[in-house]
């Protein structure tokens, strides 16, 4: 008998995303978007998605031996360079569409995909902007942010400081206690109003600007918060000269062969 390989859905078809769902990414900086993917869907690959975090977690400490970046989740990086199944996912056109018409621009491309498991007893994730990671010259940087499992606000569910995006770079902190200290005097200070969601189904999605402030809550529950995210940036940005460790390291991983002021459009960012 010939074995057949497994088949997944396509998810190329469109999400009907309403005006207001694209003004209210604009004025907060962040949107929740029901059932992006079926549960059926997100059945299909969760499977696949969770025999490649196997394959290639290295986190083996237990977590009283771990910094609070560590406590925050297990996070793998990039799954779609080396699983087929979750390469599908990670490029689907009807995930990069819709993230394309929250910002108003023509074309995306990729930053990384990342998985973020959040164990049980998993720490809470401090304050932060994904972008002080990324050497991206422009604004126009989003994140989608899928759990794979119905998840309920104990187990994590992230928290957005609304219309904080507007302020662009706050700070040169790195996810950190130092972080969580400064932002959480800092959202205070501003009044910006913190936005979450009582719950997520599997296939549900929130989309974040790169200079959106979130965090998520430490997981007290005993399930696991299986979540799979993809970053997308405009197609036309150029790099920028990296002024952080992780801005340096970032320009080398993801964008190889890019310099400061060059388009990026490595091998590791198709346009979707």
């Known amino acids: 008998m010939i074995a057949t390989k497994p088949t997944y859905p396509s998810l190329q078809s469109p999400y009907s995303l309403s005006a207001q769902a694209i003004a209210d990414y604009q004025q907060n900086g962040h949107v929740l978007l029901d059932q992006l993917a079926s549960a059926e869907e997100v059945a299909a690959y969760r499977t696949a998605i969770n025999a490649a975090v196997d394959r290639d977690n290295t986190e083996t400490r237990p977590l009283a031996e771990r910094d609070t970046y560590g406590k925050a989740f297990l996070q793998i990086f990039n799954l779609w360079e080396r699983d087929p199944a979750v390469r599908q996912f990670t490029l689907a056109k009807r995930f990069a569409d819709v993230a394309a018409r929250l910002m108003g621009c023509e074309r ?35 994140t989608l942010w899928m759990p794979l499992v119905d998840t309920t606000a104990d187990m994590g569910i992230m ?114």
């Open 108 to 142: 995306v491309r990729i930053y990384h995909d990342q998985a973020l498991y959040k164990e049980p007893g998993g720490g809470r994730t401090p304050w932060h902007q994904d972008q002080y990671y990324w050497p991206l010259d422009t604004s126009q940087t989003i």
């Open 159 to 272: 928290q957005f400081a609304s219309g904080s995006q507007a302020k662009g770079y706050v700070d040169k902190l790195g996810i950190s206690d130092a972080s969580q200290a400064y932002l959480e005097s800092y959202v205070r200070a501003n009044g910006f109003p913190i936005s979450s969601a009582p719950a997520m189904r599997a296939g549900d999605a929130t989309f974040h600007s790169g200079w959106t402030l979130h965090m998520a809550p430490a997981n007290q529950s005993q399930t696991m918060r299986e979540v799979m995210t993809v970053i997308y940036f405009a197609d036309g940005t150029r790099a920028t000269e990296p002024d952080n460790d992780g801005r340096r390291a970032d320009l080398a991983r993801w964008m190889p062969g890019v310099r400061p002021g060059e388009l990026v459009d490595s091998s590791l960012n198709p346009v979707v």
